[in-house]
């Protein structure tokens, strides 16, 4: 099992987004929510990330904007993709846990 399936160890259940809700953290540029939380989400993206790091996610559901301040618990290469230039770009799965409802 691995860490982002470790339901055993959450506080709250996890709904799956599947990538398809797309959210900014300032200095690291757009993420993919695979799957959200009331206590945390699991991301991906392109750059890296270092645990413990506290950030805000920025996300636009149901046309408003909600800013979320979380702490990075985990994150990891998830795989390698091929850009046009024929250059890879390493992608990250990241867990996060929210440390508040919103940022002001």
């Known amino acids: 099992m691995g860490k982002e399936q470790g339901d055993s160890k959450r ?3 996890r709904g799956v987004v599947g990538g398809k809700t797309k959210g900014r953290i300032n200095g690291i540029g757009e993420v993919s929510v695979l799957n959200l939380s009331l206590g945390g ?3 991906e993206h392109a750059e890296v990330i270092r645990p413990d790091t506290i950030l805000e996610l920025v996300l636009t559901l149901a046309g408003r904007e909600t800013r979320l301040r ?3 618990v985990w994150s990891a290469i998830h795989r390698a993709e091929v850009q046009p230039d024929g250059e890879q770009e390493l992608i ?10 919103s940022c002001p």
């Open 11 to 13: 506080r709250y259940p």
């Open 41 to 43: 989400a699991l991301i």
């Open 70 to 72: 979380f702490r990075v």
């Open 92 to 101: 990250f799965r990241t867990g996060l846990d929210f440390l508040g409802s």
